[in-house]
């Protein structure tokens, strides 16, 4: 090529945004030490949500793809840590993830192929019925799945020498809020790679516009399939992650309305940013929580707070938040 | 000059009725062909079908010898075709750059890499702002395709193309939906290019004068059917061109119009 031009640097500069992860990062590193057990705990909790929200919105926000059937995923990637430990009595941690992955892979491989060739609300209602079908199967086999008991799971082993033998509690606050938070750290560096890699901007080029994509040569199907499976996958493993903190698992996380939090917690938090739907997590599990301990009319309740804020912030939280900081920063 | 592109007594057919109708299309190594027709004669409809977008009914398509007819959209941009649209068709959320760049990543066959980060590889930023700047588009890098101006967005259209590397590039339309007097820079650009790259090129114009001025040969489509084929001069003096499209004055058309 013969004209000659400087490069240009993409604007968005990723090293310059990890300084604003740090003072996070400190945060969730001391709040075991500082905070009341329950905090530590909640925020374990939303963690875990926030490692499903960023896999669910890799479709939503990325690709374009509204999965109201998440639920699945993540109920795959808890009964196969619970099954695990009734079938074959597997109490490691690493190896109950590793069963979740596998499960989730095979579960969002299958699905995926009957799911990626639709769009819009033809897919939603597609992942919708499926999950539902994985929701029935939890009560019709019930002699496997323990139906609407559920499955028990004792605290398991991690990293092959911690237990959670003696206090639970303390087990959760301490050994396991760390475990939580490394899977996390993980998960979110991981994915960050993966949204802004070359297959992540194929995505995005898919989302926007199809045919397009498909006439630079993308093969849309393919790499839709691909992106439902990862997205399943993080769901899979945060259902793994939620087992020992739940200490049971039962059929609610197989249910549509679990998908819908889901989908709640990234459109909350901003589902155009990659930090949103963490965000949104960790919030709507604070908003739960305590709707459910002020009121018995805890969902109405909830449902209002969630339309009023939907609705005073349509780009969700963080997206809010930049425009916010962009207008402080003066006109550009 | 040898056939690049060869179309076979092609057939497309929209229920009963025959969009293309046995056309034999061919376009020849390096040179700039312009494809007119009144609205609805079929000329897009006949890209659809060379570039993939949609399958023929009966007939064959020869590019460089080889039966492209039943191959997927993607075979046929690696084999060396590439399209613009007549409505553009951009990734309106990402930046001019993005867009540009987004091609090159798949010319290389590397938008299959999900663990590496896209923006460290140089090259390919390199390239995509050479390409930005054949276009004229440099300013424009970082702005979000859905934030262009129309011609803004149609030369963007060209250059997505451009960027996969194409021996035969058809541009729909390249004009259409801007001013009459950023035409011509627009044609001038496009036309620029192409021509110091050797690429082919099928362009879809319905501005006689900009055929007339910028082309190598014109072909003349009606009702499905090729009504003439030969250089400007034959065609400006072709008896049935004069009355069946030149002759008598378009139809009004929307900014945006047909398919
Ligand atoms: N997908 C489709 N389904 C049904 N009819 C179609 C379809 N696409 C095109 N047609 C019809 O086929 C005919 C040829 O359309 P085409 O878009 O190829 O024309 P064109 O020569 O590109 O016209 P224009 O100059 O308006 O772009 C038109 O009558 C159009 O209505
Ligand atoms: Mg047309």
């Not at chain 1, 911690?162 to 639970?168: A, E, H, I, P, Y």
């Not at chain 1, 045919?211 to 399943?232: D, H, K, N």
């Not at chain 2, 290389?108 to 995509?128: C, F, H, I, M, Y």
């Not at chain 2, 620029?192 to 082919?200: A, D, T």
Request: proline share 4%; charged share 15%.
């Amino acid at each position: 090529m013969s004209t000659v031009t400087t490069v240009v640097i993409p604007a968005r500069s990723p090293i310059r945004r990890l300084w604003y992860a740090a003072p996070v990062l400190a945060v969730l590193l001391v709040l075991p030490w500082v905070a009341e057990q329950y905090q530590t705990i909640l925020l374990a909790y939303g963690l875990v949500m926030a490692i499903a929200a960023i896999g669910f919105n890799l479709l939503l926000g990325y690709t374009g793809l509204l999965s109201f059937g998440h639920s699945a995923y993540f109920g795959v990637g808890a009964y196969a840590v619970a099954l695990m430990v009734k079938y074959l009595g597997v109490v490691s941690m690493e190896l109950h993830l590793l069963g979740a992955i596998a499960a989730s892979v095979l579960v969002t491989a299958i699905f995926g192929i009957a799911c990626v060739r639709y769009t819009r609300i033809f897919f939603s209602i597609l992942t919708m019925a499926l999950s539902q079908v994985l929701w029935s199967l939890a009560f019709k086999f019930f002699w496997v799945t323990g139906g609407t008991d559920g499955l028990r799971v004792p605290t398991p082993t991690l990293l092959g020498v911690v237990t959670g033998k003696g206090d639970k509690t303390a087990f959760l606050v301490h050994q396991y809020y760390y475990y939580v938070l490394g899977v996390f750290l993980v998960c979110v560096a991981i994915m960050w790679v993966i949204v802004n890699s070359p297959f992540g901007r194929a995505l995005q080029a898919i989302r926007d516009n199809e045919t397009r994509a498909q006439f630079v040569g993308i093969p849309i199907w393919r790499y839709r399939w691909v992106a439902f499976m990862l997205s399943g996958v993080f769901t899979g493993v945060a259902g793994a992650l939620w087992v020992p903190l739940n200490g049971l698992t039962t059929p609610d996380i197989l249910h549509w309305t679990f998908s819908g939090k889901i989908v709640f917690m990234a459109v909350l938090g901003g589902f155009r940013t990659f930090v949103g739907p963490i965000v949104g997590a960790v919030v709507y599990n604070y908003l739960e929580s305590y709707a459910v301990g002020y009121t018995v009319y805890w969902q109405l309740f909830l449902g209002v707070i969630l339309v009023v804020l939907v609705l005073s912030l349509p780009t969700g939280i963080v997206g809010t938040a930049e425009r916010l900081m962009a207008r402080r920063r003066g006109p550009r | 000059m040898s056939v690049l592109l060869e179309t076979k007594a092609v057939v497309k057919q929209f229920g009963e009725f025959r969009a293309v109708d046995r056309v034999d299309f061919r376009v020849q190594e390096g040179e700039v062909l312009a494809l007119i027709g009144s609205n609805g004669a079929g000329k897009t409809t006949l890209v659809n079908l060379i570039s993939g977008l949609l399958t023929a009914d009966e007939g064959h398509i020869l590019f460089r010898g080889h039966d492209v007819t039943k191959q997927p959209v993607k075979e046929r941009i690696r084999a060396g075709i590439a399209r613009s649209f007549q409505l553009v068709n951009l990734f309106d959320q990402l930046s001019a750059l993005d867009n540009v760049a987004l091609a090159i990543f798949s010319r290389q066959g590397k938008t299959r890499r999900l663990l590496s980060l896209a923006d460290a590889d140089r090259p390919v930023w390199q390239e995509a702002t050479d390409v930005l700047a054949l276009f004229r588009l440099d300013a424009h890098a970082r702005t979000l395709a859905g934030g262009l101006s129309q011609g803004e967005r149609k030369l963007l259209d060209v250059a997505i193309a451009y960027a996969l590397k194409p021996k035969l590039l058809f541009l729909d339309e390249p004009t259409s939906g801007v001013g009459t007097r950023e035409k011509a820079p627009i044609m001038d650009t496009i036309v620029s290019v192409v021509r110091s790259e050797g690429i082919s090129a099928a362009i879809i114009e319905h501005d006689m004068d900009v055929v007339f001025s910028y082309s190598d040969r014109i072909v003349a489509m009606h009702q499905g059917t090729i009504l003439a084929d030969g250089t400007p001069d034959q065609i400006r003096r072709d008896e049935k061109v004069l009355t069946t499209l030149i002759g008598t004055p378009e139809p009004p058309r929307p900014s945006q119009g047909g398919g």
